[in-house]
Nanobody, 115 residues
Framework: QVQLVESGGGMVQPGGSLRLSCTAS????????MNWYRQAPGKQRELVAA???????NYADSVKGRFTISRDNAKNTVYLQMNSLKPEDTAVYYC?????????WGQGTQVTVSS
């Protein structure tokens, strides 16, 4: 059973920045792709950013140029740097480890962008 522990959420004003972290209890983390999803109230969960085991990245159109996903395999950690935050970025953010079996999910961290 893999555990994903997220941190770094909070409240920030529009235009501000936050960095989310997700640490995995998985010795094979370095060969796994990792994703960040978010879910706003009343909306479906959506994929925000993805990073392959080789470091290739992909982003939702809504966050391109503002968010950066990265990983530190020595720390079993994936990050989401969020800049130029907008009120519409308000959501619970989840890290996700897809596998051939069950996907693993973190507990979620709240990000609120409000003045």
């Amino acid at each position: 059973q893999v555990q994903l522990v997220e941190s770094g959420g909070g409240m920030v004003q529009p235009g501000g920045s936050l960095r989310l972290s997700c640490t995995a209890s998985d010795a094979t983390f370095s060969i796994k792709a990792m994703n960040w999803y978010r879910q706003a109230p009343g909306k479906q969960r959506e994929l925000v950013a993805a990073i392959s085991r080789g470091g290739y990245t992909n982003y939702a159109d809504s966050v391109k140029g503002r968010f950066t996903i990265s990983r530190d395999n020595a720390k079993n950690t994936v990050y989401l740097q969020m800049n130029s935050l907008k009120p519409e970025d308000t959501a619970v953010y989840y890290c996700n480890m897809p596998t051939l079996g069950p996907d693993y999910w973190g507990q979620g961290t709240q990000v609120t962008v409000s003045s």
